[in-house]
């Protein structure tokens, strides 16, 4: 049986986009991400995925559909559980977490706490669906309100990831959560999928898109040193490309073709293919 679903903004519907694609990924023969617990909570929650063509469209490929969504999640997770080894007592930071599992997916040790953030209606079906792990602690809240970082210990290094979230944001409310993050940890990471302008445009723009776009309230930014202008402290340490990864080589002939011309090039990679960035920062 469905639940019943409050009433969600664009933005926090979003979040079934990133869930449906995950569920889909793990339906293939080989998945990308190969995320069951997120099919589990789909069937749990009974979303109709027919609201996001861009899912469930003839015009590609299963694989296709959902590279984009499944690798960019595979990619953040690598980046969680490389800074988890380095700093066994770290604090993560899954901002947007939405009805994600990246915390079961990463299985941190105990001595990591971990907070997975989003719109506290958002919250209330998480805890209704996806199940609760020690050390893991759920905190319901707009992003924007300074006062849900007080929840959290500031005196440890911290992994912050957001996935999917920037585009729903606004620039200004981008850059001041960035700056609380970064001065609320004397040290840490940040990584997320870059938005360029072009890539907002499609996503207002795209058929496939249309029950999210009015929540897409952020510009974008096309050059990923942007934020180290915005915040004192942050440096770019990493742009990943999602058009070299090694599971290009799963995609049909066609996609390969596109993503294999457009990988030497980084503004053609940022043009046509999701775009992964890392930045370290420490608290002056």
Known sequence: MSLALPSFTPAQESLFLTLGGRALDSRLPRPFLGDTMADEILTKVGYDLARFPALTTKFLDARSRVFDIAVRAKTLDDLVRRFIS????????????????????IDPPPTVAWYDIDFPEVIAVRSRVVSQRANAHSIGADLTDPDWLNEVPGSRPAMIVGDGLIAFLTQAGF???????????????????LYTRYAIWAVRHAPGMSVIAGGVVNPGFNDPRQPERWVDGVKLVDEIFLTRAPEVDGLSPAMRATARLAAPSARM????????????????
């Not at 380095?86 to 997916?105: C, I, N, Q, S, Y």
């Not at 850059?175 to 999928?193: Q, T, Y």
Request: charged letters at 20%.
């Open 86 to 105: 380095e700093h066994p007592d770290a604090v993560v930071l899954d901002l947007g977490a939405g009805l994600d599992t990246r915390v079961f997916r």
């Open 269 to 284: 990679s940022r043009l046509v293919g999701t775009v992964v960035v890392r930045y370290r920062f420490k608290s002056g």
């Open 175 to 193: 850059v001041a959560l960035l700056n609380r993050l970064v001065h609320h940890f004397p040290s840490g990471e940040l990584a997320f999928n």
